[in-house]
């Protein structure tokens, strides 16, 4: 069974952003992971692990830098990872923040399992599952934005107990990690962790607000639990379709234009990931359809919003999708209560 793991398209930008001063390079990347600017672009959209895995490699040699992950965590603005990222900033402590992290990083990637371990050096945050299609450079990033980001919201300068990563050094670059973590950082190691010092687990947040993270916290949990198991392409159809429908756009042609693709490219990826472009069209307009029977639009109104000429098409349609008219589908939901 094909795995259903996937990458936000969020831990692509970086790449990008550091590939966007090299001439060609940012080409070469979309060409190597057929991906486009549109899709990355895109803060819902998801990548395969192998897509990463690519992208990552790519990104290292068109950049000749192999510590590029260092380089990239020195130029990340805040905020850069949304709502994971500002309810670790909303926690009361580092090790509260590091438990937010662990819990929510699915919203970013469910393709690798991080742990928080209580060991006897201290705190250690841990891969525990690691992807299909590693990319170790991926997780050097990560300890360097926990470590900035962790100095920055406590206001201490923190020294890691230790800071592991199973894959080899990149070639002559001990000192920078070194410099980088402030502390000796191994490679080839048995297992990928940053471990801080007890007290240090403890420290207060600067950022921290309750308030915010009550707010938080729901639309976090909603985000989590709310994956599709679909390919990653066939998501991103489904939300362009969504925002094509009622602007009588939701043509082939169309939808791979708001995906920088060609029509026939796009033909072929969803081929590729076992659907069709008129099954797809189809599925959201009766997804949606249901959605706005629910809510008591009009059928001419749902007839517009759904792209159709007429709503003599749309009778058509849904009863070709359902087997019973929208009036005969309406009449059998649930009667809302007055308000």
Known sequence: MASTAKISAVLVQPLAMALASIDGALDALWRATDLT?????????????????????EAARLAKDPALALRIADLMPQGAFGIVEYVCRSAPTLREAL????????????????????????????????????????????????????????????EPVAVRFSHPLPSGQAAQYRAFFGTKVEFGAKRTEIVFAKNDAHAALTTADPSLLAILLPTAERKRASTSKDPPLVDQVRRALGNALS????QLSGVAKRLGMTARSLQRRLQDEGKSFQALRDETRKALADRYLGEGLSLGEISFLLGFSEPSAFFRAF???TGVTPIEHRARLPQRSAV
Request: with cysteine; aromatic share 6%.
């Open 37 to 57: 600017p549109q899709m990355i672009a895109d803060p819902e959209a998801r990548v395969s692990p192998a897509q990463f895995c690519v992208a990552w490699a």
């Open 99 to 158: 438990s937010q992290w662990v819990r929510y990083l699915g919203i970013l990637d469910d393709a690798v399992e991080v742990a928080l371990v209580d060991a006897p050096e201290g705190l250690a945050l841990r891969v525990v599952v690691e992807s299909e299609a590693p990319a170790p450079a991926s997780h050097e990033l990560c300890f360097a934005l926990v470590l900035s980001n962790a100095r920055r919201m406590t206001n201490r300068k923190l």
């Open 247 to 250: 602007q009588d756009d939701a």
């Open 319 to 321: 009863k070709r999708w």
